[in-house]
């Protein structure tokens, strides 16, 4: 493992645990924290897909 991925790893790590406290501090239902999760899951898609691609183009 690169210098780079390590601190790639890292970067994701802190930013699901910004996601995940946000959700845990709403105090919501399961099916509404489900529902959030998977809107949270997309849009870290819809990011990566979006810098991949400017990777792959540039």
């Given at each position: 493992?690169?210098?780079?991925?390590?601190?790639?790893?890292?970067?994701?790590?802190?930013?699901?645990?910004?996601?995940?406290?946000?959700?845990?501090?709403?105090?919501?239902?399961l099916a509404d924290w489900l529902k959030m999760g998977l809107a949270w899951l997309a849009i870290f898609a819809l990011v990566f897909l979006v810098i991949r691609t400017w990777q792959l183009v540039a």
């Amino acid at each position: 493992m690169t210098m780079e991925t390590g601190a790639d790893m890292l970067w994701f790590a802190m930013a699901l645990t910004l996601v995940i406290s946000a959700l845990v501090a709403r105090q919501l239902k399961l099916a509404d924290w489900l529902k959030m999760g998977l809107a949270w899951l997309a849009i870290f898609a819809l990011v990566f897909l979006v810098i991949r691609t400017w990777q792959l183009v540039a």
